[in-house]
């Protein structure tokens, strides 16, 4: 290329050039208006904004450019100065609003005005925003936000009013006779509600509270008819007056229905705490009833023995009240401890059902004992143990087939089949005269152990198997020496 020709291309780039300068000038001025632009959006409104179009957007001003303006343009951007916090005010709170000037709400104020103070709401925070520190409600302004005013006194004496009210209405419930009391002016009554429809196991409910309180009702089985029949009950359920009437008919059981042969009976102490442990005696357990009858009518001191019956026991019909009148007592270690603070003389069957509900042809062999409770009963009320073998009950009522199926449908322990029940109805139930022989052996004292032995697992069964070998060898020796079932 000649000097020439680069002579010619030279304003050409430099043309150029200059239109770069030109556009990058552009750019930059832009950005500069548009910095100005937010500039001035940040700055306190004091002009009303225009209102909005239909479809909700902001119609735009017209730009009057003028040399300010445009010298607003060329400089740098304005920052706007931060704002103060903003406070939490309630507007219900403040009844009057005074704002700067960029601002006059009044009753009688301009429209823009008001439309442009609802366009800032977001920003003054007016209901449950924030308001700023400057603004200030005037008297006649925002009466829509004046809460009715409710002093703390007239709720006070609405709410005393209303608990006078309640207790009225409970008072009025409790005495039928008297009239409700009138409402109390000032409160609404909620609407009463319609009665549920009366059913018969309502209808039963009410009859039996009816006649619970009737004269008749309590003169014969209330508290008076119980005061009339007993003279005194114990906290356990003895009868001492049913007891001395039952006692005839105890004796005449004793001494010629069952010919009752007792042996050892010096080893049970004339006085003092005792237990005596023995085994289950056929399938209606009344041994208890006949070792009661032996200690009272043969102990050279007429020992007073309370003896632990089975929970079934007590909810039997008829059976279990007059089990409870005549001295059984509920067993459990709190009733047993009870009655052994006192000194008395108590007899546990630790077989328990299992012991009353064996077949005949198991007769005589012990079932087990349990968990051993009547030994850490021993050890914690430093008791002595007397182990006894009552020899005859389980031919008085042999049982010889057991309806568990049935049982467990009417939920008692055993229904039994005998050789004359159920073939003679209620009357099977009697047991047969057969001659009992009661025989006490030699006490077994716990002195050695202390109350904390009772905690340790492997004592208590050690000592339960050694009480239950004693009874299990006098049962064995009792019948090698028995010479008939009957005599």
Known sequence: MTRKDKKQDKPASRRAATTRDDDNGKRKRKRNVDTAAE??????????????????????????????????????PVVAAPQPPTALVDAQVLPHVDLDSS???????????????????????????????????????????????????????????????????????????????SPTPGLTLAPEIEPAPVSAEMIAVESAAELAGSEYYVQKWGRKGLRSRAEEVDEFGLDRSFDAKLRPVLDFIYRRYFRIQTEGIENVPNEGR?????????????????????????????????????????????????????????????NAERLLSRDNLI??????????????RDRYRLQRFG?????????????????????????????????????????????????????????????????????????????????????????????SERVRATIQSMLETGLQKRRSVWF
């Not at 009210?165 to 006779?177: K, M, N, V």
Request: aromatic share 8%.
């Open 347 to 360: 007899a546990v069957f630790p077989e328990g059902v299992q012991g009353i509900r064996k077949l005949f």
């Open 39 to 76: 500039a001035r959006a940040l700055r306190t409104r004091s002009e009303a904004p225009k209102p909005r179009g239909a479809k909700g957007k902001s119609k735009k001003r017209k730009k009057h450019s003028t040399k300010a303006d445009a010298a607003a343009d060329n400089q740098a």
């Open 371 to 463: 968990r051993g409770g009547y030994i850490r009963l021993c050890l914690r009320t430093r008791a002595p143990l007397i182990p006894c073998a009552i020899i005859g009950g389980e031919e008085a009522s042999p049982l010889l087939y057991r309806f568990d199926t049935l049982a467990d449908l009417l939920r008692i322990p055993y229904l039994p089949v005998t050789p004359t029940f159920p073939a003679l109805g209620a009357l099977g139930l009697v047991p047969a005269p057969t001659k009992w022989r009661i025989k006490f052996g030699e006490p077994i004292a716990f002195d050695n152990y202390g109350p904390e032995a009772a905690d340790d697992d492997l004592l208590v069964g050690r000592l």
């Open 274 to 334: 005792a237990v005596i442990v023995g085994n289950h005696s056929g399938s209606i357990p009344i041994d208890g009833l006949m070792l009661r009858t032996a200690l009272r009518t043969d102990h050279p001191a007429s020992r007073d023995l309370r003896w632990l019956a089975e929970d079934f026991l007590f909810y039997l019909p008829f059976a279990g009240v007059f089990m409870n009148r005549a001295g059984a007592v509920r067993a459990c270690q709190e």
């Open 103 to 181: 601002y006059e709400l009044t009753a009688d104020g301009d429209d823009d005005d008001l439309y442009a103070l609802s366009e800032d709401v977001p920003e003054l925070g007016i209901g449950s925003r924030v308001v700023a520190p400057n603004v200030r409600f005037e008297d006649d302004a925002l009466e829509s936000f004046h809460p009715t005013a409710r002093t703390e006194g007239d709720v006070e004496d609405q709410i005393r009013a209303l608990e006078a009210r309640l207790d009225g209405l409970i008072q009025s419930a409790s005495r039928p006779d008297n009239p409700l009391p």
